[in-house]
């Protein structure tokens, strides 16, 4: 009895110690120092063909002709950095289809 406590109490503590599965998992390593990516908060096509897109409070222009990943759960995501004094860009950026 004592030791199906025992491994019943270590099986508990191997399955709270497991990391969850977060959305960076998916996100190439190219695109991801394990902070620039984001689900989008705000998604909206321009006239011109690009778009703006806001994640993490940051807002960028995604230029028509940008190069976009498919997006593994259909949403959109990006993946933006500071790059110097240039400001916020685009380094990656992820849809689904329809978006």
Avoid: K, N
């Avoid at 190439?28 to 897109?53: H, K, N, W």
């Amino acid at each position: 009895m004592h030791r199906r406590i025992v491994l019943s109490a270590v099986a508990a503590s191997l399955v709270l110690a497991s990391p969850s599965v977060h959305a960076h998992e998916w996100y190439p390593i190219e695109c991801c120092s394990g902070r620039d990516c984001a689900a989008a908060e705000l998604v909206v096509r321009r006239d011109d063909g690009s778009y703006l897109v806001t994640a993490d409070g940051v807002s960028v222009v995604i230029p028509e002709g940008f190069h976009w990943r498919s997006s593994p759960d259909g949403q959109v995501h990006v993946c933006i950095r500071q790059v110097g004094g240039v400001g916020p860009t685009v380094v990656c950026a992820f849809r689904g289809p329809g978006a």
